[in-house]
């Protein structure tokens, strides 16, 4: 049986808390003078990415490692992908050579559903088109936990480029199932037609949250995926939705901010708000490594119950 992490929502509250718990253990090992367990010895995982990535790719590569798995590296530029290879075919080729688990980032939504009725390992989605994020997520919650304790109850207002954004879906989905209360602050023409049925409030108004907010997570502008006018101005959205330092000092005292990166200094955050003390930016992408061997562990190597949920065999 095949099993995989294809969504937040393939994640009970104790599937979730158990990632957590287990990348808090492993969290550990980052600061031993040997950072490496033995414990996906024999195993492989495949890096299968059709989009330019560098935090994600990387960090799952070193939590691979750091577990002593064999890692090989698939980018789509300069493979056979570039002469026409579909995906399946893709995923028959990592097959025939053995893969356990298929990490793959992929532009269309979907892609890594797909890639799971055809391989017999395990798939970790790391980012598939406008759709999900889930291991953002989870280092996201990770991050929170260490820095506020529980979850239940926490305030956290996510502010930007909700309509194109995965780690935004990703993020609402997996901090409801933890207890947690999420504001979507953006304009309205980047926020989902069906918004409305997500586990979340919306508000257009970023100056009216702050004071109430935890946590404040603020989203790149994605302008490489937008094909249309979705705001006047980048000056006009920094003015009504970038994080400043006037902004700063309304949150509360222990609020933290974060930012999944890469971010665009002046334009949804200041420099000096991301560089701030209350700024979580790089204890993120550290936390991102502990988080991802906990998924790796908990799919291919732990003796505890397979996180996430059944693909039926095509």
Known sequence: MTRHLISAADLSKDDALLVLDTAEELARVAHQSIKKLPTLRGRTVVNLFFEDSTRTRISFEAAAKRLSADVINFSAKGSSVSKGESLKDTALTLEAMGADCVVIRHSASGAPHRL?????????????????????????????????????????????????????????LLLGTLGADVTLVAPPTLLPVAVDTWPCSVSYDLDAVLPKSDVVMMLRVQRERMNAAYFPTVREYSRRYGLDADRLARLPDHAIVMHPGPMNRGVEIAAEVADSPRSTVVEQVANGVSARMAVLYLLLGGSEPAIGKEVAPR
Do not use: C, K, Y
Not at 118 to 123: D, L
Not at 137 to 161: H, K, N, Y
């Open 116 to 172: 799971a009725t055809w391989v017999r390992g395990s798939v970790v989605n790391a980012g598939d088109g406008t759709h999900e994020h889930p291991t953002q997520a989870l280092l996201d919650a990770f991050t929170m936990r260490r820095r506020l304790g529980s979850l239940e109850g926490r305030r956290v207002t996510i502010v930007g480029d909700v309509l194109h954004s995965r780690v935004a879906r990703s993020n609402v």
